[in-house]
Nanobody, 124 residues
Framework: QVQLVESGGGSVQAGGSLNLSCAASGRTFSNLVMGWFRQAPGKEREFAAAISWSGARTSYTDSVKGRFTISRDNAKNTAYLQMNSLKPEDTAVYYC?????????????????WGQGTQVTVSS
């Protein structure tokens, strides 16, 4: 079992920044691939970013490349999503998720554990 708790969401104006955190417990964090997904109002949940257990490999969806940075601190059992140059279309509930395995999967079905989500609202 893995428990995930997101924090750091909030409301910002376009062009602003937020840093989301995902604290994990219950299993060896350093063995887990971590992912961030998001779900905008009226839309399906979509992949945003993922990071390998070592942090050496990352993956991003095209719409966030160059603006978002995923990272992790295995000593703190925490993953992060630094979001810069935020746009109104980034407004969504952001979820962290984890999976056992080495691949940076983009499909939700590949992830077995999920957090409760944190709201990010970007105003124009």
């Amino acid at each position: 079992q893995v428990q995930l708790v997101e924090s750091g969401g909030g409301s910002v104006q376009a062009g602003g920044s937020l840093n989301l955190s995902c604290a994990a417990s219950g299993r060896t964090f350093s063995n887990l691939v971590m992912g961030w997904f998001r779900q905008a109002p009226g839309k399906e949940r979509e992949f945003a970013a993922a990071i390998s257990w070592s942090g050496a490999r990352t993956s991003y969806t095209d719409s966030v490349k160059g603006r978002f940075t995923i990272s992790r601190d295995n000593a703190k059992n925490t993953a992060y999503l630094q979001m810069n140059s935020l746009k109104p279309e980034d407004t969504a509930v952001y979820y962290c998720a984890t999976r056992v395995g080495s691949g940076l999967a983009v499909r939700q079905s590949e992830y077995g554990y999920w957090g409760q989500g944190t709201q990010v609202t970007v105003s124009s």
